[in-house]
């Protein structure tokens, strides 16, 4: 079960970064930031006492996503999306039904925000993912996306 992040988490939360995504460090200072800023948004999933997942998001700007490894400062004074920073689920976690399961509960967090997308960057191959939940491919934010690497892709879900 996806339950809040809290403060005692972000340990597990590096930790889980660090193995699910090798070639895409953030500095621990960027979990602290956004769960600081946009506590709503960062959920944890825990297996007895082992964390084996998390989500990271908050409001963002359409066609602006932060570049990765980057502390934001503030949200946007005027967000128009929801952005999805990272999920992040152990291999154990795969497969079953908990990723669509934080995108549901952030969608639901996005609709009660007012914000009519959801937004993120998809890394290492995970697109196909992406498009099964819904989102789309902006092919036109290649260059936006380039400090996430070359199979980056900015992609974009609307809320009904």
Not at 102 to 127: E, I, M, N, W, Y
Request: aromatic share 8%; proline share 8%; glycine share 10%.
């Amino acid at each position: 079960m996806w339950r809040p992040m809290a403060p005692d988490d972000l340990t597990a939360v590096e930790v889980v970064g660090a193995r699910v995504h090798p070639d895409h460090p953030e500095d621990d200072a960027v979990f602290q930031e956004r769960l600081s800023l946009f506590p709503a948004g960062c959920l944890v999933l825990r297996d007895g006492p082992a964390l084996i997942g998390y989500a990271i998001s908050h409001p963002g700007t359409l066609n602006q996503p932060p570049k990765l490894n980057t502390l934001l400062g503030a949200l946007p004074a005027h967000p128009d999306s929801f952005y999805i920073h990272d999920l992040a689920l152990l291999p154990e976690a795969r497969g079953t039904g908990a990723g669509a399961a934080a995108v549901a509960h952030l969608a639901g967090v996005a609709r009660v925000g007012g914000f009519a997308t959801l937004s993120l960057v998809s890394v290492s191959g995970s697109a196909g993912f992406w498009h099964r939940l819904g989102f789309a491919t902006i092919d036109a934010m290649t260059g936006q996306v380039a400090s996430y690497g070359p199979s980056a892709r900015y992609m974009v879900r609307r809320l009904s």
